[in-house]
């Protein structure tokens, strides 16, 4: 049975009175309240003559409680996000009424926000007049899914629609002398209703054929008897009983003596022996010149009875299985039975146990212990399931390298070496970590290097010149020689000393006159030396107090300035909030920055970088200005808790997910170099120097799109746009140095 509330029937005139003169009382107490979306209830007003409750809570799959049906009329509307309804993470919701699709009413406009901290406690009235028909509406959450449903309107004519459509059903085409259709015969369904109107037609074929939407007279071609069975809803949520009509279709006159030809085709996951793994699909095919085929059969097992063939067979049971099949056609004639034959095993057990990794370290000790001159590190991997596929280490928290061969360190000082396995299920373990140090002795002593850069290949700045990182006489890399990473004066400056060096490795033999080249194009081309930039890119915060002043935080939370140049989001103002930079907006760029997740205890800080987010106080639609950068922009995720949200760092939040396994949780206090390179519509996300994301926004927006005649209403997000941080909550305490940026 349908529950209704008693608000969403027709009221007599006694009762109305009562509720205007309740609803009176009530506001001269002060105990309602209205949304400033919609029109404001006036305490001077008649009662609405319904009231509509939508609730959410924790839940972003579904509503707690939403209306399906009311009638014509004026409406109270009521929406609450707020702690009574059980929202325990201050995630905010917004219902929305569509306006956009013909095929609903679009009369009324309603977009109420509401959140357990807003001025409403998250409960929000507005008064709206509904019109019958229906009307479609939505709730939007950052970062996931709208939920959708449907609310039907039925005329107020004085008293509830309660009378189901009435239907009827019509069988045409040619019969012979015994009645029955020849070749086919077209059903057409009809339907009438005099209060709310139909809202939908169904029909279904045979007695336990599932429902169909009706939308066009039905076809049956089959030859034998049919039945088809229909029914009718209206909009106040009436539905007529099922009625049916029978019938029976011949096949025409033809001289068609040859059956159908049949074949069939097994496919599945294998093992080595050709044997199915937990399932095994047969599909039948079938095909006649003459009349038509009319029939597929199948049957499993030398005695399975035959069944209708209308979709692909998934045999689940394990052991060695015979599947029958024929057909027969339009004329009568039935193909003679094939079989096909196949062995079905339980699948093995997926492994989900990752690989374990040992490092030993090895070298000549003094007496404190440390290591003299070098250490050698030797990591070992085990996986006893699906074996181990690669291992990686990273040395004192750079990028994770491929492991091939024991590991040299020579250079003098404390050392980390991190260290991963995974295996070919995809396993990969969490990073162990080993610490050990290195001195000097009177032997050979570290390499006196101007930079640490143990890339695989030389990289200026930004630009890969594609030639080998090698070790050179003095033992250190190319890399480290060009000091790319140096505030050098000038661009020319910077040429002039790569040319030296270049010079000296090409007469040692390091590298050919093919690699200086390159080399030396990837120097002219990454503009370090640039008046006003690094490495060809423009600082948007330097730490410098002017700096700083650039910026603007919108919403809740804050950001300061530190001492040593770095911004910090704060422990003790609490709220979702941004800070921005209005200095300007970027098109195709890539922005560079460092971040350090500084969040108390163990937990893991939260937070992201915004980018191409139109002017935060330049949207009336959009109340809180924190949010426009979240609705009409996109952001790119700063998150390493291993539970939790589901974005974690890399992922371009609420369209393309990374999982720990994209980067890996790296140590709180430990910076990590970002760069988010946005080109047209493809973004990738590269961190500490590895791409662990690539996303082509194809796939349209997430929420409501702006207003007509911003950039990207075309569904792909805007073209432009501002570059902002994000505060999460006073507990996410993350700080940012370095940001810089460079137009592509």
């Given at each position: ?7 969403s ?10 509720l ?5 009382f009530?506001?001269v107490?002060?105990l ?57 993470t ?10 956009s ?33 229906r ?7 950052p ?18 629609d309660?009378?189901?459509?009435i ?10 002398a ?13 339907a ?9 037609v ?7 054929g ?22 009718a ?5 009436n ?14 006159p033809t ?25 095994a ?13 009319n029939t ?9 009875a ?9 045999v ?20 003679a ?5 196949f ?21 000549d ?30 040395l ?30 995809g ?19 570290a390499?006196?290097?101007p ?13 890969d ?20 990473e ?34 030396n194009?990837?120097a ?37 300035l ?21 200095g ?18 163990t ?25 426009v ?27 393309d ?15 990590n ?5 946005v ?12 791409l662990?994301?690539e ?19 075309d569904?792909?997000?805007y ?26």
């Amino acid at each position: 049975m349908r529950h209704r509330s008693i608000f969403s029937r027709r009221r007599s005139r006694p009762v109305r009175l009562w509720l205007a003169l309740l609803g009176a009382f009530l506001m001269v107490l002060g105990l309602t309240s209205t949304a400033a979306y919609g029109r404001t209830a006036d305490a001077s007003a008649d009662a609405a003559e319904q009231v509509l409750t939508w609730t959410a809570g924790d839940p972003i799959d579904r509503y707690l409680s939403a209306p399906r049906t009311a009638v014509a009329g004026r409406t109270t509307i009521v929406f609450e996000n707020s702690e009574a309804t059980g929202n325990t993470t201050g995630m905010p919701h917004t219902l929305t009424f569509s306006v956009s699709d013909p095929e609903f009413n679009d009369d009324v406009t309603l977009n109420i926000l509401a959140n357990p901290g807003d001025d409403q406690g998250g409960r929000h009235t507005v008064e709206v007049t509904l019109s019958p028909g229906r009307y479609f509406y939505h709730c939007t959450m950052p970062g996931h899914e709208a939920m959708q449903g449907i609310l039907t309107v039925a005329e107020d004519g004085g008293g509830e629609d309660t009378s189901a459509p009435i239907t009827s059903a019509k069988v045409d085409g040619d019969r012979n002398a015994d009645g029955a259709y020849i070749g086919q015969a077209t059903v057409t369904v009809s339907a009438t209703d005099d209060g709310s109107g139909v809202d939908t037609v169904e029909y279904a074929t045979g007695p336990d054929g599932a429902w169909q939407p009706y939308t066009a007279a039905v076809v049956v071609n089959e030859v034998g008897a049919h039945t088809v069975r229909y029914r009718a809803t209206d909009k106040a949520g009436n539905t007529a009983a099922e009625k049916s009509v029978e019938f029976a279709v011949a096949a025409p006159p033809t001289d068609d003596t040859a059956p159908p030809e049949t074949s069939a085709t097994v496919s599945g996951e294998k093992d080595d022996q050709g044997r199915y793994l937990g399932m095994a699909t047969v599909t039948v095919t079938a095909s006649d010149t003459g009349s038509g085929v009319n029939t597929i059969e199948y049957a499993t097992g030398a005695d399975g009875a035959w069944q209708p063939y209308t979709a692909p067979v998934m045999v689940h049971e394990t052991g060695t299985i015979t599947v029958r099949y024929r057909a027969t056609d339009r004329a009568g004639n039935t193909a003679a039975e094939k079989s096909v034959e196949f062995t079905v095993v339980e699948p093995p057990t997926r492994d989900r146990t990752p690989p374990r990794t040992t490092a030993k370290v090895e070298g000549d000790k003094n007496s404190d212990n440390a290591y003299i001159t070098s250490a050698r590190v030797t990591v070992t991997a085990t996986d006893t399931e699906s074996g181990v596929d690669r291992v990686e280490y990273s040395l004192d928290g750079g990028p994770y390298l491929a492991y091939t061969a024991t590991v040299i360190v020579d250079r003098v000082g404390h050392h980390t070496l991190d260290h991963r396995a995974t295996d070919r299920a995809g396993n990969t373990s969490e990073a162990e970590r080993v610490s050990f140090t290195i001195a000097r002795s009177g032997g050979v002593p570290a390499p006196n290097c101007p930079e640490f850069d143990e890339r695989l290949t030389v990289v200026v700045g930004t630009v890969d010149s594609g030639v080998p990182n090698r070790v050179t006489g003095n033992r250190c890399t190319v890399n480290e020689l060009i000091e790319d990473e140096k505030d050098w004066s000038s661009h020319a400056l910077f040429l002039k000393h790569v040319d030296g060096v270049l010079d000296r490795l090409l007469a040692a033999g390091v590298i050919d006159a093919r690699e200086r080249r390159a080399i030396n194009r990837a120097a002219k081309e990454s503009g370090i030396g640039t008046p006003g930039r690094v490495d060809g890119y423009t600082k948007l915060f330097d730490g410098t107090p002017a700096s700083f002043a650039k910026w603007q935080q919108v919403g809740g939370g804050a950001f300061g300035l530190n001492a040593d140049g770095t911004l910090t989001s704060s422990s003790t103002v609490d709220g979702m909030g941004m800070l921005w930079f209005p200095g300007r907006q970027y098109g195709d760029f890539s922005l560079k920055l460092q971040w350090r997740d500084d969040a108390p205890g163990t937990g893991n800080a939260n937070s992201g970088v915004f980018v191409r987010f139109p002017d935060v106080h330049d949207n009336p639609e959009e109340p809180r200005p924190e949010w426009v950068a979240i609705t009409y922009g996109h952001e790119v995720q700063i998150l390493d808790r291993p539970d939790g949200d589901i974005y974690k760092t890399g992922s371009v939040y609420g369209f393309d997910r990374v999982g720990l396994a994209g980067a890996g949780v790296t140590p709180k206090g430990t910076w990590n170099d970002y760069e988010i390179r946005v080109v047209d519509q493809h973004y990738s996300v590269h961190r500490n120097g590895v791409l662990i994301n690539e996303f082509d926004n194809d796939r349209g927006q997430l929420f409501e799109p702006p207003r007509a005649g911003d950039p990207g209403t075309d569904g792909r997000r805007y073209a432009s746009g501002y570059i902002g941080l994000q505060v999460h909550s006073a507990s996410d305490v993350i700080s940012y140095r370095d940001i810089r940026i460079k137009e592509l």
